[in-house]
């Protein structure tokens, strides 16, 4: 078990220009979520993915970014037209459903810091 | 909307002493709710996860409690170590709407804690 994977680690970019983040989960975790944090808060829901359906949106999530999971295992979000407001800490996290009704702890990633100058 | 509160939001503590963080949380329907640290610029570790049929939780020097009714959890740490020192926060997931399997978490704002040797 080698836990959540995030990469970049950090990306700094200028206003306007487009990234992508990807998350690695935990083999066999079916459930995959992302949240972002920024300075002096708590990270924040952006989407969620059971398999490779996303089944919810944050209403935080505008037209610029977009999230998929292609085949059910990492994930990639995706941030366009990058603007100064999007710099903060971006989370992945994952978690099995082995039995109904039950849900696992989410297991979080190191995060990808982004700066948008 | 679910609110989670975190108090207090700053604590220093000498080495050696026992001391309680406090979380409350306004929808007292949750599933579970879940401890995590995380130090500067890293992303966060589970401590302890609580389901709502629980009343705490143990591992090592960590104790968390839940009153659900109330909306209250407290996360207490016996005989504090400078390696304590991390803001730790608390979450809380709610059922998911009929059907479906998105154990969002809502985040406190956490409590940084410093622990002086």
């Known amino acids: 078990d080698t836990g959540v994977s995030q990469n970049p680690r950090h990306k700094i970019t200028k206003r306007g220009q487009n990234v992508t983040f990807r998350c690695d989960p935990i083999s066999e975790h079916n459930r995959l979520y992302w949240y972002r944090q920024t300075l002096g808060q708590g990270p924040e829901f952006l989407t969620y993915f059971q398999n490779e359906a996303q089944l919810e949106k944050s209403r935080l999530l505008s037209d610029r970014f977009s999230a998929e999971r292609p085949k059910g295992s990492f994930s990639t979000l995706e941030i366009q037209r990058t603007e100064q407001g999007d710099s903060a800490m971006y989370l992945c996290a994952s978690s099995k459903s082995p039995l109904a009704r039950i849900t696992d702890t989410q297991y979080f990633g190191p995060g990808t810091r982004l700066t948008v100058l | 909307k679910q609110e989670v509160t975190q108090i207090p939001a700053a604590l220093s503590v000498p080495e050696g002493e026992n001391l309680v963080l406090n979380c409350s949380f306004t929808d007292s329907a949750i599933y579970n709710l879940q401890w995590f640290r995380q130090d500067p610029g890293k992303g966060l570790t589970s401590l302890l996860l609580?389901?709502?049929?629980?009343r705490e939780q143990t591992s090592g020097r960590l104790n968390a409690s839940l009153d659900k009714s109330s909306g209250r959890s407290t996360l207490y740490i016996a005989a504090s170590q400078p390696g304590d020192s991390a803001t730790y926060l608390c979450?809380?997931?709610?059922?998911?709407?009929?059907?479906?399997?998105?154990?969002?978490?809502?985040f406190g704002k956490g409590t940084l804690l410093t622990v002086n040797p």
């Open positions: 609580i389901q709502s049929s629980q």
């Open positions: 979450a809380v997931s709610l059922r998911p709407n009929s059907g479906g399997s998105n154990y969002k978490l809502t």
